[in-house]
T-cell receptor, first 113, second 109 residues
Framework: ETGVTQSPTHLIKTRGQQVTLRCSSQ?????VSWYQQALGQGPQFIFQ???????GRGNFPPRFSGLQFPNYSSELNVNALELDDSALYLC????????????FGPGTRLLVL | RKEVEQDPGPFNVPEGATVAFNCTYS??????FFWYRQDCRKEPKLLMS?????NEDGRFTAQLNRASQYISLLIRDSKLSDSATYLC??????????WGLGTSLAVNP
């Protein structure tokens, strides 16, 4: 419905491994935000990218990093996975100037064992 | 005060009931507010935006009280399909969005 897609839908990793999550959209939303949502919690802001540059960051360690590409697709990379990284990772697209209206993808469920 | 705080849930109401959720915020400079709906194991979806004193869309009414720094969401004539988690969202510093923990609503037949 939103035209925002994420891959993979589910993922299982072990502690210490690295993971890359991907996000793309059909339309040219030029701002992408990534959120982590643990079970029973609201989404926690990880960072935002605008025109391929990081445009703000939440309280997440440097092992959480991202990229935005010229076609506005985006990646979230997490290194040295920890058990507490198990969560739903949401990508949200928005248009600069109306950043508050977020169009979410279906999310990637990550389980770290 | 937490940046965004919502009524603890869950709310269990019968079909047809009227239910209201409150959300308090700490950033007095916030100009816009949002209610998102999240179904179980799904992504959040925008329900309503509030830029002035309030907003109404069918059975849903959002009201803003700037003096007391809270926003409310009122759902009239509850439907079974209204069962979901309702998330309050407030822009924080640098316009980044701060999300509440959500309030769970279960509408029972």
């Amino acid at each position: 419905e939103t035209g925002v897609t994420q891959s993979p839908t589910h993922l299982i990793k072990t502690r210490g491994q690295q993971v890359t999550l991907r996000c793309s959209s059909q339309s040219g939303h030029n701002t992408v935000s990534w959120y982590q949502q643990a079970l029973g919690q609201g989404p926690q802001f990880i960072f935002q990218y605008y025109r391929e540059e990081e445009n703000g960051r939440g309280n997440f360690p440097p092992r959480f990093s991202g990229l935005q590409f010229p076609n506005y697709s985006s990646e979230l990379n997490v290194n040295a996975l920890e058990l507490d990284d198990s969560a739903l990772y949401l990508c949200a697209k928005s248009t600069a100037g109306v950043a508050e209206t977020q169009y979410f993808g279906p999310g990637t469920r990550l389980l770290v064992l | 005060r937490k940046e965004v705080e919502q009524d603890p849930g869950p709310f269990n109401v019968p079909e047809g009931a009227t239910v209201a959720f409150n959300c308090t915020y700490s950033n007095s400079a916030s100009q816009s507010f949002f209610w998102y709906r999240q179904d179980c194991r799904k992504e959040p979806k925008l329900l309503m935006s509030v830029y002035s004193s309030g907003n109404e869309d069918g059975r849903f009414t959002a009201q803003l009280n700037r003096a007391s720094q809270y926003i409310s969401l009122l759902i009239r004539d509850s439907k079974l399909s209204d069962s979901a988690t309702y998330l309050c969202v407030v822009p924080g510093q640098d316009r980044k969005l701060i999300w509440g923990l959500g309030t769970s609503l279960a509408v029972n037949p």
